[in-house]
């Protein structure tokens, strides 16, 4: 076929046309730029609620607060709470109290990751050393101060810690860090994620290891590894599935010396979970979204008893958790905002010589939650919600709440809020059987701690005034909150006899779990964020708290002693974070933490009032397309010496927090 | 018009065949129709192909080529006169650029939205207090930065750019940028904004609470938010209303952004960050105010 001279001329162009508009890799920016739909990153479950309109009291710790703060582990982190406290009960083990009431297990906040709960269901609590998750991988953590069962049931009782890890591909396209430091610390994380067919599918493996000597004189080191992975994929633009492994096993040691209910020996924790969630989102803006997990946790602690040949005690536990869970969220008309859910949890757990062996420790919940938003006038918004569970065994429970936010100036508003909540016990609460066992034929031959009455949930009733803001004079945000919690049927062990168990003085404490005590708390919270320049951040929190409250401590015949609560309670505790970018590429953060003296509870001791500073220098830079940080990071930084929850005395020594240096090494690429 | 006897041959060449393109060819038909019926001595033919079964013929009068690709094999056609519709700026400044000798002939309606309405937009929607407006720049769009300047002199804000060279810098770019601005303004570029990209520009921005302005509404129903864009609609009736011209008048308007536009916002973004936007009408109505108030300014001058 001939071709006229011209149409020659005109293919050459559009040749060199196509050369120049589709030369590059990704073919230019077309039409489908502007006309395609895309993926909903930002979907209202995602979405942030103004702090302003919340029903509740909320702390955000983001990523450039993670990466700013000296903190080493999750819970060092929540110091930066106000009224939060963090206990150490060995070198890699903590406990996180909100206005104290903690023992090792801070059993009365809901912890979840990326909406998974990792509360124990055998002792209670978040077992933070088994959690796979390093810091490192969190993208922010979202804490509810007060009650939070209307949204996250029973145990978010006062408060939730929400967890939210980094989304596959969010950042970068793989990750290693390395950190060394006193104690014998060093941890290796490492990240590398992929993604496919344009970011339809995007996948994520992480991988860790640690190892940390714990405190001096403690017999307390912990080994650990980890691995976790996360597949995302986004089927159409409204569909998103995401699934995620993980697993992490640690080999703990335990004991003080000379210690023979607590004998020097080692322990190995193990946790893995499975989780897949679906969301959708409909048309109008509404989002319906399914999540179904399996997790598993186990501690293997078993020890013999020396004074008596052939006994042996056992902390060892199984657990198991299903939970499925469906969620709709949308808004019906105009003004309002609705979530409506509902959720079947399974808890299995064996521990052969913690829990009584008839128990029912096969344990089923049903749930259905409900939370409606209304604003009655552009300044007035209405909130009010409710959860009620059914938990086989022990009974049905409503946990309602309900705020209303007065916004009396543009982004300044005051919230008044009454919340109702309970916290189911643990399954060791409700059927414990713990003694020393023999190891011939597994037969009791001493019981320390049992339950045999019937074990209430403890309540709560708090009432709240908030007044929350936002002011252009250096960006400040605050958040003050005056609240009552009122805390009834408190669970604890009661001392209700001391017997001989080894002649010819080895006597014992006999236990029982209890609705024990109440507790009236009054306080006050402030939180304030601000940004005196463009490169410098300050976080400051305070609370005060005043606690009267007594509970039963011993109950023997002739001999009835209760004790006052009010030392569990510290009075004030502060923390603050100031952070500063300098000029090239370095930067640093100085953070401080003082807590009033306060006595944990449990095994716990009275820990005198504590003032600890920590710094951290950094420098950034770039190297053959990777970026190189490099952090020099002090914690206690003038060793001002303290002990972190055990206090040494005649027979044991204590934890002592004195000045500790690490360096990390982060190189992203 | 061409002086000849016949009808003027109109043809409208579509790039695909989606649902957007049949909504713009029947909005395009209507609107010719109507237009035509008040200003044309003549009843224009049109023709509606699209590119898959399309044989050029060198009959047309006005070739009306939507999309890139349709404005590709446009070319072969070498038709007396060349429209472009529904195609980005960059693909308009391209063509003009590689075939010079046919800008006499060829005209275009594009997608893109005035780097000055989208800073209205902006200067409408941040808050006194803040200034900062960022753009990440990358190899399409950094030929952008003068005219960036410019408009963020006039408006009062102060400008930070990031240039990429390709979307593995995007990501640490987004995370630099974000602690040092107040907005983040979105241009098209494909090494910028993909499909790739998207999760973590707008997560980055948005954990740093700095709201993005998009540039259509699908970026803002992905979490943008609030966007000046041009309706398919809009362009359909802005290449009817230039057909209208070319068959009564013989000629054809500039080459420019389409006339009016719409806003898009995301309220559910907006609230989240502390932002209390009126609806996408009344923002509508400000911008166009807004505008109307400039032009009378410089006609002053």
């Given at each position: 076929?001939?071709?006229?001279?011209?149409?020659?001329?005109?293919?050459?162009?559009?040749?060199?046309?196509?050369?120049?508009?589709?030369?590059?890799?990704?073919?230019?920016?077309?039409?489908?730029?502007?006309?395609?739909?895309?993926?909903?990153?930002?979907?209202?479950?995602?979405?942030?609620?103004?702090?302003?309109?919340?029903?509740?009291?909320?702390?955000?710790?983001?990523?450039?607060?993670?990466?700013?703060?000296?903190?080493?582990?999750?819970?060092?982190?929540?110091?930066?709470?106000?009224?939060?406290?963090?206990?150490?009960?060995?070198?890699?083990?903590?406990?996180?109290?909100?206005?104290?009431?903690?023992?090792?297990?801070?059993?009365?906040?809901?912890?979840?990751?990326?909406?998974?709960?990792?509360?124990?269901?055998?002792?209670?609590?978040?077992?933070?050393?088994?959690?796979?998750?390093?810091?490192?991988?969190?993208?922010?953590?979202?804490?509810?101060?007060?009650?939070?069962?209307?949204?996250?049931?029973?145990?978010?009782?006062?408060?939730?810690?929400?967890?939210?890890?980094?989304?596959?591909?969010?950042?970068?396209?793989?990750?290693?860090?390395?950190?060394?430091?006193?104690?014998?610390?060093?941890?290796?994380?490492?990240?590398?994620?992929?993604?496919?067919?344009?970011?339809?599918?995007?996948?994520?493996?992480?991988?860790?290891?640690?190892?940390?000597?714990?405190?001096?004189?403690?017999?307390?080191?912990?080994?650990?590894?980890?691995?976790?992975?996360?597949?995302?994929?986004?089927?159409?633009?409204?569909?998103?599935?995401?699934?995620?492994?993980?697993?992490?096993?640690?080999?703990?040691?335990k004991g003080f010396p000379g210690d023979d209910a607590q004998p020097l020996r080692d322990t190995a924790l193990a946790h893995h979970y499975q989780q897949i969630s679906w969301q959708h989102l409909m048309t109008g803006g509404s989002d319906l979204s399914f999540q179904f997990y399996h997790s598993y946790q186990s501690n293997k602690d078993a020890f013999d008893y020396a004074p008596y040949p052939g006994a042996f005690l056992d902390f060892g536990f199984t657990a198991s958790r299903y939970d499925a869970e469906v969620q709709w969220r949308g808004s019906p008309v105009p003004g309002a905002r609705l979530v409506v859910g509902s959720g079947w949890r399974l808890d299995e757990a064996s521990a052969d010589y913690a829990l009584a062996r008839d128990a029912n420790i096969s344990v089923q919940q049903l749930r259905l939650f409900v939370h409606g938003e209304q604003q009655l006038s552009d300044d007035w918004?209405?909130?009010?919600?409710?959860?009620?569970?059914?938990?086989?065994?022990?009974?049905?429970?409503?946990?309602?709440?309900?705020?209303?936010?007065?916004?009396?100036?543009?982004?300044?508003?005051?919230?008044?809020?009454?919340?109702?909540?309970?916290?189911?016990?643990?399954?060791?609460?409700?059927?414990?059987?713990?003694?020393?066992?023999?190891?011939?034929?597994?037969?009791?031959?001493?019981?320390?701690?049992?339950?045999?009455?019937?074990?209430?949930?403890?309540?709560?009733?708090?009432?709240?005034?908030?007044?929350?803001?936002?002011?252009?004079?250096?960006?400040?945000?605050?958040?003050?909150?005056?609240?009552?919690?009122?805390?009834?049927?408190?669970?604890?062990?009661?001392?209700?006899?001391?017997?001989?168990?080894?002649?010819?003085?080895?006597?014992?404490?006999?236990?029982?779990?209890?609705?024990?005590?109440?507790?009236?708390?009054?306080?006050?919270?402030?939180?304030?964020?601000?940004?005196?320049?463009?490169?410098?951040?300050?976080?400051?929190?305070?609370?005060?708290?005043?606690?009267?409250?007594?509970?039963?401590?011993?109950?023997?015949?002739?001999?009835?002693?209760?004790?006052?609560?009010?030392?569990?309670?510290?009075?004030?505790?502060?923390?603050?974070?100031?952070?500063?970018?300098?000029?090239?590429?370095?930067?640093?953060?100085?953070?401080?933490?003082?807590?009033?003296?306060?006595?944990?509870?449990?095994?716990?001791?009275?820990?005198?009032?504590?003032?600890?500073?920590?710094?951290?220098?950094?420098?950034?830079?770039?190297?053959?397309?990777?970026?190189?940080?490099?952090?020099?990071?002090?914690?206690?930084?003038?060793?001002?010496?303290?002990?972190?929850?055990?206090?040494?005395?005649?027979?044991?020594?204590?934890?002592?927090?004195?000045?500790?240096?690490?360096?990390?090494?982060?190189?992203?690429? | 018009?061409?002086?000849?006897?016949?009808?003027?041959?109109?043809?409208?060449?579509?790039?695909?065949?989606?649902?957007?393109?049949?909504?713009?060819?029947?909005?395009?038909?209507?609107?010719?129709?109507?237009?035509?019926?008040?200003?044309?001595?003549?009843?224009?033919?049109?023709?509606?192909?699209?590119?898959?079964?399309?044989?050029?013929?060198?009959?047309?009068?006005?070739?009306?080529?939507?999309?890139?690709?349709?404005?590709?094999?446009?070319?072969?056609?070498?038709?007396?006169?060349?429209?472009?519709?529904?195609?980005?700026?960059?693909?308009?400044?391209?063509?003009?650029?590689?075939?010079?000798?046919?800008?006499?002939?060829?005209?275009?309606?594009?997608?893109?939205?005035?780097?000055?309405?989208?800073?209205?937009?902006?200067?409408?929607?941040?808050?006194?207090?803040?200034?900062?407006?960022?753009?990440?720049?990358?190899?399409?769009?950094?030929?952008?930065?003068?005219?960036?300047?410019?408009?963020?002199?006039?408006?009062?804000?102060?400008?930070?750019?990031?240039?990429?060279?390709?979307?593995?810098?995007?990501?640490?770019?987004?995370?630099?940028?974000?602690?040092?601005?107040?907005?983040?303004?979105?241009?098209?570029?494909?090494?910028?904004?993909?499909?790739?990209?998207?999760?973590?520009?707008?997560?980055?921005?948005?954990?740093?609470?700095?709201?993005?302005?998009?540039?259509?509404?699908?970026?803002?129903?992905?979490?943008?938010?609030?966007?000046?864009?041009?309706?398919?609609?809009?362009?359909?009736?802005?290449?009817?209303?230039?057909?209208?011209?070319?068959?009564?008048?013989?000629?054809?308007?500039?080459?420019?952004?389409?006339?009016?536009?719409?806003?898009?916002?995301?309220?559910?973004?907006?609230?989240?960050?502390?932002?209390?936007?009126?609806?996408?009408?009344?923002?509508?109505?400000?911008?166009?105010?807004?505008?109307?108030?400039?032009?009378?300014?410089?006609?002053?001058?």
């Amino acid at each position: 076929m001939a071709i006229h001279s011209g149409q020659r001329r005109g293919a050459l162009a559009a040749l060199v046309g196509f050369a120049v508009i589709y030369a590059h890799p990704a073919h230019g920016v077309s039409e489908s730029d502007f006309l395609a739909e895309l993926p909903v990153v930002l979907s209202a479950s995602r979405l942030e609620q103004p702090k302003h309109l919340a029903p509740a009291a909320v702390t955000v710790i983001d990523r450039a607060m993670i990466d700013a703060s000296p903190a080493l582990t999750i819970p060092d982190l929540l110091r930066l709470v106000p009224g939060f406290q963090v206990g150490s009960w060995s070198g890699s083990e903590r406990t996180v109290a909100s206005h104290g009431m903690a023992d090792q297990l801070g059993r009365r906040m809901q912890v979840l990751v990326d909406g998974r709960s990792v509360y124990d269901p055998v002792f209670g609590g978040a077992l933070w050393q088994s959690l796979p998750v390093a810091l490192t991988d969190v993208e922010r953590i979202e804490v509810i101060r007060g009650p939070n069962a209307a949204i996250d049931g029973a145990n978010a009782f006062v408060g939730t810690i929400n967890i939210t890890t980094r989304a596959p591909a969010a950042h970068d396209r793989g990750q290693a860090q390395l950190t060394v430091g006193s104690y014998g610390r060093r941890q290796v994380d490492v990240a590398e994620n992929w993604a496919a067919a344009n970011g339809r599918h995007r996948l994520e493996v992480r991988a860790g290891a640690e190892h940390d000597d714990g405190f001096r004189q403690r017999h307390d080191t912990l080994s650990s590894r980890r691995l976790s992975t996360r597949y995302r994929f986004q089927a159409t633009p409204r569909d998103r599935i995401d699934v995620q492994l993980g697993l992490r096993s640690s080999d703990v040691e335990k004991g003080f010396p000379g210690d023979d209910a607590q004998p020097l020996r080692d322990t190995a924790l193990a946790h893995h979970y499975q989780q897949i969630s679906w969301q959708h989102l409909m048309t109008g803006g509404s989002d319906l979204s399914f999540q179904f997990y399996h997790s598993y946790q186990s501690n293997k602690d078993a020890f013999d008893y020396a004074p008596y040949p052939g006994a042996f005690l056992d902390f060892g536990f199984t657990a198991s958790r299903y939970d499925a869970e469906v969620q709709w969220r949308g808004s019906p008309v105009p003004g309002a905002r609705l979530v409506v859910g509902s959720g079947w949890r399974l808890d299995e757990a064996s521990a052969d010589y913690a829990l009584a062996r008839d128990a029912n420790i096969s344990v089923q919940q049903l749930r259905l939650f409900v939370h409606g938003e209304q604003q009655l006038s552009d300044d007035w918004l209405l909130q009010a919600g409710a959860m009620g569970e059914d938990f086989e065994g022990v009974g049905q429970y409503l946990s309602p709440r309900i705020s209303l936010n007065h916004t009396f100036l543009p982004r300044h508003a005051l919230r008044l809020s009454a919340a109702r909540g309970y916290r189911i016990p643990a399954l060791y609460e409700q059927h414990a059987r713990f003694g020393i066992y023999s190891r011939s034929d597994g037969s009791e031959i001493f019981i320390a701690e049992t339950s045999p009455n019937r074990v209430r949930p403890e309540s709560i009733i708090a009432y709240e005034i908030g007044l929350v803001g936002e002011a252009a004079f250096w960006h400040t945000r605050y958040d003050l909150k005056l609240f009552r919690h009122q805390i009834e049927d408190v669970i604890d062990p009661v001392e209700i006899d001391r017997v001989l168990v080894v002649p010819p003085d080895g006597y014992a404490s006999v236990w029982e779990f209890r609705n024990s005590g109440k507790m009236d708390l009054r306080g006050i919270e402030l939180q304030v964020d601000t940004k005196p320049t463009a490169r410098t951040d300050l976080h400051f929190t305070w609370s005060f708290a005043d606690a009267n409250g007594s509970r039963l401590k011993r109950e023997r015949p002739g001999l009835t002693v209760y004790a006052g609560m009010r030392g569990n309670v510290p009075q004030h505790s502060f923390s603050a974070l100031l952070r500063h970018r300098f000029q090239h590429g370095w930067h640093g953060s100085l953070s401080w933490f003082y807590v009033d003296p306060m006595v944990w509870g449990g095994e716990g001791d009275g820990q005198k009032a504590t003032n600890r500073f920590d710094l951290k220098v950094a420098r950034d830079w770039r190297h053959s397309g990777s970026r190189i940080r490099l952090e020099f990071l002090v914690q206690n930084l003038f060793n001002r010496r303290y002990y972190d929850f055990y206090v040494p005395n005649d027979s044991r020594t204590g934890n002592l927090f004195d000045r500790r240096l690490y360096a990390q090494l982060v190189v992203r690429h | 018009m061409p002086t000849g006897q016949a009808a003027p041959r109109l043809e409208l060449l579509l790039s695909h065949e989606g649902d957007e393109y049949r909504e713009l060819a029947e909005t395009f038909q209507a609107e010719l129709a109507r237009g035509c019926a008040l200003r044309c001595t003549e009843s224009p033919e049109l023709q509606i192909s699209t590119i898959r079964n399309w044989q050029p013929k060198h009959s047309a009068d006005l070739l009306i080529a939507v999309g890139n690709k349709a404005a590709i094999h446009a070319l072969v056609s070498q038709p007396r006169r060349l429209l472009y519709g529904l195609i980005p700026r960059t693909t308009w400044e391209n063509l003009t650029r590689l075939y010079p000798s046919a800008n006499s002939r060829q005209n275009a309606v594009y997608l893109d939205q005035p780097l000055a309405r989208q800073f209205d937009l902006i200067a409408l929607t941040l808050p006194a207090d803040k200034r900062r407006v960022g753009v990440i720049l990358g190899p399409e769009s950094s030929a952008y930065r003068p005219a960036l300047r410019a408009q963020a002199a006039n408006h009062g804000v102060e400008l930070i750019t990031e240039q990429v060279l390709n979307h593995d810098e995007v990501g640490p770019a987004v995370e630099r940028l974000s602690a040092r601005i107040d907005i983040l303004l979105a241009l098209p570029d494909a090494e910028v904004f993909n499909r790739e990209t998207l999760y973590g520009i707008l997560l980055t921005s948005y954990s740093a609470r700095v709201p993005v302005v998009g540039y259509s509404a699908a970026l803002v129903e992905a979490g943008a938010m609030i966007a000046v864009y041009t309706p398919v609609s809009v362009i359909a009736r802005d290449l009817a209303r230039a057909s209208v011209a070319f068959v009564a008048d013989g000629d054809l308007p500039e080459a420019g952004p389409s006339r009016s536009f719409a806003v898009a916002i995301n309220h559910n973004v907006a609230r989240s960050l502390g932002y209390d936007l009126p609806d996408s009408v009344l923002m509508h109505k400000q911008l166009t105010a807004l505008e109307g108030r400039d032009a009378a300014a410089q006609a002053a001058q």
